[in-house]
Nanobody, 122 residues
Framework: QVQLVESGGGLVQAGGSLRLSCAASGRTFSTMGWFRQAPGKEREFVATVNWSGTNTQYRDSVKGRFTIARDNAKNTVYLQMNSLKPEDTATYYC?????????????????WGQGTQVTVSS
């Protein structure tokens, strides 16, 4: 079973940037994704990338601001977050999908990290 560990979260002002990393314990050949959850809200899809890094998909509210990428040689997936807004505040989770196509539904992911906190102040 793949173990996922997120890092890179923190406190930033609105308009700032953060780069999240997700390190896997072994080689990952499946689609990977990022989700987030704020207090009192359901977990929501943020971004996904297929195994080769050639296909990506984002939720509408982060398009043009967030970029997902992966380095399979380093067993790491990244989420570059620019122009952060207070509504981006949440715990961000890295996950591995069951298959290797881009997926936006949490039900299609079978391994999850423990999360990293992102707080954006105004």
């Amino acid at each position: 079973q793949v173990q996922l560990v997120e890092s890179g979260g923190g406190l930033v002002q609105a308009g700032g940037s953060l780069r999240l990393s997700c390190a896997a314990s072994g080689r990952t050949f499946s689609t990977m994704g990022w989700f987030r959850q704020a207090p009192g809200k359901e977990r929501e899809f943020v971004a996904t990338v297929n195994w080769s890094g050639t296909n990506t998909q984002y939720r509408d509210s982060v398009k043009g601001r967030f970029t997902i990428a992966r380095d399979n040689a380093k067993n790491t997936v990244y989420l570059q977050m620019n122009s952060l807004k207070p509504e981006d505040t949440a715990t961000y989770y890295c996950a591995r999908a069951i298959g290797f196509l881009v997926q936006t539904a949490s039900e299609q992911y079978d391994n999850w990290g423990q999360g990293t906190q992102v707080t954006v102040s105004s």
